[in-house]
């Protein structure tokens, strides 16, 4: 048996700006972290000359064609598992669609699983361009590059994205007491709605190729606040990056009417009446995750959880993907 994790992240910074429209012309920067929630790919070599997939559906067949999972195809097919006896389940700590990058986890658990079983040995950075391969290229999703990016690297880490495609990971430069701080005043909860992140990404897509200059225009801001962002952490100023969370989050809102919602709002709102120094919704949009800044935990705690949302508590993870089970 071989069981695998990724990590789920936050982003911090510059979301949206990984996706080829923008960096291929004005190259993307963003910040991101891994947290200690995971997404596990379980593999069993079976008896039986059959595949059988389990996720939110089970699956039976005899033929890697046949697979209806579409990531779950194309990685068994990218690895070369031609006459497969396996049985292949994920589970999460978190459920899909709630804007913790959850999709790229499950791609690099589940490639890296699959070399494991074929005893390939797979650099992060090959991981992550395979799982990018398979997401953007093979099966046209308007996505980005970080989520495959943060789950094979693991920890806080900077992401450069060249107009050539090229990725540079760095990791950010933080003495251990600011690390410590800004971990014990996030906190991040749960609206209750999970969404599909490629309706919303796929306006911004549109809109970028097709050269809609507002657009253009706010993913050069979410450019520049991701910079200013890792400025403020590597030098301490954590009350500085909570008042940049806070501005990325209304200049976010501004690139699709779907981003937001007046529940959203209203819950941001009351955060920042009860504490939250800054924060914004995680991801494409839409539902999952709010991520606040405080120096106040129990004040927003007992304002949000009283008001209908769930806190998730986490940790920092350093590591990215990797083998849990051999």
């Not at 990725?167 to 933080?174: C, H, I, K, N, S």
Request: glycine share 10%; with cysteine; aromatic share 8%.
């Amino acid at each position: 048996m071989i069981i695998t994790r990724s990590p789920l992240r936050i982003t911090l910074g510059g979301g949206g700006t990984d996706l080829p429209s923008y960096y291929e012309a004005h190259a993307g920067f963003l910040v991101a972290v891994t947290i200690d929630k995971y997404v596990y790919i379980t593999l069993h070599q079976t008896f039986q000359q059959e595949l059988i997939v389990k996720y939110s559906s089970m699956e039976r067949t005899t033929a890697v064609e046949d697979v209806q999972h579409p990531i779950v195809r194309e990685c068994l097919k990218l690895v070369g598992i031609e006459t497969p006896s396996l049985e292949v389940t994920s589970m999460a700590d978190i459920p899909a669609g709630t804007g913790l990058g959850s999709s790229g986890s499950f791609t690099t658990a589940l490639l890296k699983a699959l070399h494991t079983l074929k005893k390939n040995i797979v650099h992060p950075r090959e991981l992550a361009e395979q799982a990018c391969h398979v997401e953007l290229t093979l099966l046209k999703e308007p996505i980005g590059k970080q989520d495959q990016y943060v789950a094979a690297f693991g920890g806080m880490t900077c992401f450069e994205f060249g107009k050539d495609g090229a990725v540079r990971a760095e990791p950010l430069q933080l003495a251990a007491e600011t690390l410590y701080n800004l971990e014990d005043n996030l906190m991040l909860f749960f609206t209750g709605q999970s969404r599909s992140a490629s309706a919303i990404l796929r306006q911004q897509d549109d809109a970028t190729r097709g050269g809609n200059a507002a657009m253009v225009e706010n993913l050069h801001r979410v450019k520049q606040m991701a910079r200013d962002s890792r400025r403020a952490l590597e030098r301490g100023e954590l009350r500085r990056f909570a008042e940049i969370m806070n501005e990325h989050w209304h200049e976010k809102k501004k690139r699709s009417a779907e981003m937001s919602s007046g529940r959203i709002d209203e819950w941001y709102e009351l955060a920042r009446q009860n504490g939250a120094l800054g924060g914004k919704l995680i991801g494409a949009g839409g539902g999952g995750f709010l991520l606040f800044y405080t120096e106040d935990k129990p004040r927003l705690r007992h304002a949000l959880t009283t008001n209908g949302l769930r806190e998730v508590r986490f940790r920092f993870e350093p590591e990215g993907t990797k083998v849990v089970i051999q």
